[in-house]
């Protein structure tokens, strides 16, 4: 045989042999960040809840859904184990970056009709309104053509 011949099956088993070692790499990875786990620490399950660890077993994990609600999970079921401060942005809603907004929303709807104002002088004309208008007169005369209005069916 040459070595032609054997060069596919070559590298069929190089490939074959990187692919197991990546998910061996990232199994030992999800495994050491299990074990990371700690009471009160927050983390994310397969599932996408996020829950709060109670108490850690061998292959278990207890975890508290919500204030009084305990639920025991494998450890292979845990998705992530998130820091302090990322769990109460998600769970809690907790922020310090988010822009404070105000109950009513008068203040922010002025400053916009203020804007707008403020455009019209610098450009000099006035916005062309593109509303509707209809003449009631005419609405009515529509109406009684046919004695429907839009959209009405013939269906009897």
């Keep these: ?3 032609v011949t054997l060069l596919p099956f070559i590298v069929l ?3 074959m042999f990187l692919m ?6 990232k199994q030992q990875q999800a495994a050491e960040m299990r074990n990371q786990m700690q009471p009160g620490t927050g983390v994310r399950t397969i599932g996408g809840m996020y829950a709060t ?3 850690v077993g061998d292959e278990t994990v207890l975890l508290e859904v919500a204030p009084g609600v305990h639920a025991v999970y494998a450890k292979n ?3 992530a184990v998130l820091e ?5 942005r998600i769970v809690h809603g907790d922020d310090a970056d988010a822009a404070v907004v105000p109950d009513d929303a008068s203040s922010l709807t002025e400053s ?3 804007g ?3 455009a019209e002088e610098v450009s000099g004309e006035a916005k062309p309104d593109l509303t509707k208008k209809v003449d009631t007169a005419e609405a009515d005369t529509e109406v009684k053509k046919d004695d429907k209005a839009d959209g009405e069916a013939d269906a009897k």
């Design 53 to 55: 660890v109670k108490e």
């Design 13 to 15: 088993i190089g490939a």
């Design 77 to 79: 079921a845990i998705g």
């Design 1 to 3: 045989m040459s070595i």
């Design 20 to 25: 197991t070692r990546s998910a061996k790499k």
């Design 112 to 114: 916009v009709e203020d």
């Design 116 to 118: 707008e104002q403020d």
């Design 84 to 88: 302090d401060a990322e769990y109460n």
